[in-house]
């Protein structure tokens, strides 16, 4: 029987990690979800780490994943002029900056999220653009929510987003939103990446917003935004935070360091440990590589529209 939410596409593997019963979990660079074998494809479990341990240099294969339990189904190489499209598609990033081991645990949240305090990053002279305070940082914020598929209606810039599916499609939502908030209002944000690329790490999160379900991953992307944040005292002063705009996650804009602790719900998972993370240019779309020191791009938003697309219908707690 064929799955009721069943996608085919071309997928470049990160890690295959043992999971915590010995079995294969397959992270793939272009899906944040951890995913693992079929019960049919379980059987032929050899077969696909051979399969996998050949695609070398970042070889796409393709790969068919039942999406509503989180399982692949099979892998196979794909056809030469398929794989020849996705490297045209899908260039790495030239300059990509550095990833951070982290432990949230230690951060101060007085001084973390500071841009001349801590956050001493290169990315950031590539762009000198700073959001002029708070409330226009919620602007950004609540239109972009207001994109979200769950909701009735058209959106207004089409096409919509699934920030009710949470599961999966971190990259294609935040490339979305950063051609979004880039075109309508001319602020050229970063992404900041999260992983859980050490040990058995998993990134977990409470999907409070879709029903309250946990939901894990191996990394998460979002777009950030520098924002100048004004104190009323005396003297008065003001700052420039970091801020991240994940409406799948948040009803407001956040501080990236609560967006970090988010996703190490203990209650989720006794894995649950963020890793790393990294603050690339806006252009990064996913991990090219475990490690988190590779990114690729998707300078024609085609796979951004196909995912948002794929990804429009599907609930997180069903």
């Known amino acids: 029987m064929m799955a009721k939410h069943q996608e085919t596409s071309l997928l470049t593997i990160a890690k295959i990690r043992k999971g915590p ?71 790495l990033l030239e300059t990509p900056d550095k990833v951070v081991p982290i432990e949230i645990a230690r951060i101060d949240p007085t001084s973390f ?95 409070d917003k879709w029903g309250g379900c946990c939901v894990t991953w191996w990394y998460h992307v979002a777009p950030l935004l520098r924002v100048k944040v004004s104190f009323d005292t005396t003297p008065k002063f003001s700052m420039v935070q970091t801020m991240v705009i994940d409406p799948g996650m948040f009803n407001t804009p956040v501080l990236l360091s609560s967006w970090l602790s988010a996703q190490q719900n203990g209650a989720c998972s006794s894995h649950a440990h963020v890793s790393m993370y990294s603050i690339q240019p806006g252009t990064a779309y996913a991990p090219a590589n475990y490690a988190g020191t590779a990114y690729s791009t998707d300078p024609t938003y085609a796979a951004t529209e196909a995912t948002l697309e794929e990804y429009k219908n599907l609930v997180t707690c069903p």
């Open 113 to 207: 999220d500071v841009v001349d305090l801590k956050l001493k990053w290169k990315v950031f002279a590539l762009c000198t653009t700073i959001v002029p305070d708070y409330a226009k940082a919620k602007e950004i914020f609540d239109f972009c929510a207001s994109l979200s598929c769950h909701l009735p209606g058209p959106p207004v810039a089409p096409p919509c987003i699934p920030f009710q599916y949470v599961r999966d499609g971190c990259y294609a939502r935040a490339h979305q939103m950063r051609r979004l908030i880039t075109d309508k209002y001319g602020v050229c944000c970063e992404k900041v990446f999260s992983f859980a690329n050490k040990n058995d790490d998993q990134l977990a999160v409470r999907a």
């Open 21 to 91: 019963e010995g079995e294969d979990l397959y992270l793939f660079n272009e899906r944040q979800r951890i995913y693992t074998l079929s019960e049919a494809a379980a059987a032929e479990a050899p077969a696909m780490r051979s399969l996998s341990a050949e695609a070398k240099d970042n070889m796409p294969l393709q790969v068919t994943l039942d999406l509503e339990r989180g399982t692949v189904l099979k892998m196979a190489p794909p056809p030469a002029t398929a794989r020849a499209v996705f490297a045209s598609e899908r260039p």
